[in-house]
T-cell receptor
Framework: GEDVEQSLFLSVREGDSSVINCTYTDSSSTYLYWYKQEPGAGLQLLTYIFSNMDMKQDQRLTVLLNKKDKHLSLRIADTQTGDSAIYFCAESKSGGGADGLTFGKGTHLIIQP | GAVVSQHPSWVICKSGTSVKIECRSLDFQATTMFWYRQFPKQSLMLMATSNEGSKATYEQGVEKDKFLINHASLTLSTLTVTSAHPEDSSFYIC????????????FGPGTRLTVL
């Protein structure tokens, strides 16, 4: 299977929380990232987490890491229309992305009014 | 801070011609730059890693004579697609990493290449 897997679509109502899930296979992954890509644009780093952490919160974003199950999630509280984008999970083995990142295929977040 | 630009943002060329794409780190020095390729509705695939002043390291399956990478300064890397063909049409995205051990990768806005 793929090194990093994500579901392709997620639809939520405006104001609800969005939870985007990601699984990875490489237990030596040390850094895990979430990127946001809007149509026709490059990638915006949202947040990242070290593999020795379980959780990281940054304003509306909460990242949970279950290293045992190799499962990563991104929760967006109070989802807004501006959150509509593709969200990529990525992993790297070295600190600070000294190596190239391995990306999932991305989850397209759709916001319903 | 940590802004990465790419030029051009969009290019159309004829089959058989070569196209050069520039990646610049605008407000920091980047010892390492990465080139990725993204097909429609697909993920980003790492093509190569380049360190300033060194030859690029290419991922398996990426032709180094087809995709020439030059990283001559700490703020500029170029990707030249030589003798482009329609199957090279894609979205090319670069990223740059600063000099500190804790630096992460910052991505450019991407260049859409269409080969007719």
């Amino acid at each position: 299977g793929e090194d990093v897997e994500q579901s392709l679509f997620l639809s939520v109502r405006e104001g609800d929380s969005s939870v985007i899930n990601c699984t990875y296979t490489d237990s030596s992954s040390t850094y895990l990232y979430w990127y946001k890509q809007e149509p026709g644009a490059g990638l915006q780093l949202l947040t990242y987490i070290f593999s020795n952490m379980d959780m990281k919160q940054d304003q509306r974003l909460t990242v949970l890491l279950n290293k045992k199950d190799k499962h990563l999630s991104l929760r967006i509280a109070d989802t807004q229309t501006g959150d509509s984008a593709i969200y990529f999970c990525a992993e790297s083995k070295s600190g600070g992305g000294a190596d190239g990142l391995t990306f999932g295929k991305g989850t397209h977040l759709i916001i319903q009014p | 801070g940590a802004v990465v630009s790419q030029h051009p943002s969009w290019v159309i060329c004829k089959s058989g011609t070569s196209v050069k794409i520039e990646c610049r780190s605008l407000d920091f020095q980047a010892t390492t730059m990465f080139w990725y390729r993204q097909f429609p509705k697909q993920s980003l695939m790492l093509m190569a890693t380049s360190n300033e002043g060194s030859k690029a390291t290419y991922e398996q399956g990426v032709e180094k004579d087809k995709f020439l990478i030059n990283h001559a300064s700490l703020t500029l890397s170029t990707l030249t697609v030589t003798s482009a063909h329609p199957e090279d049409s894609s979205f090319y995205i670069c990223s740059a990493r600063g000099t500190r051990l804790t630096d992460t990768q910052y991505f450019g806005p991407g260049t859409r290449l269409t080969v007719l």
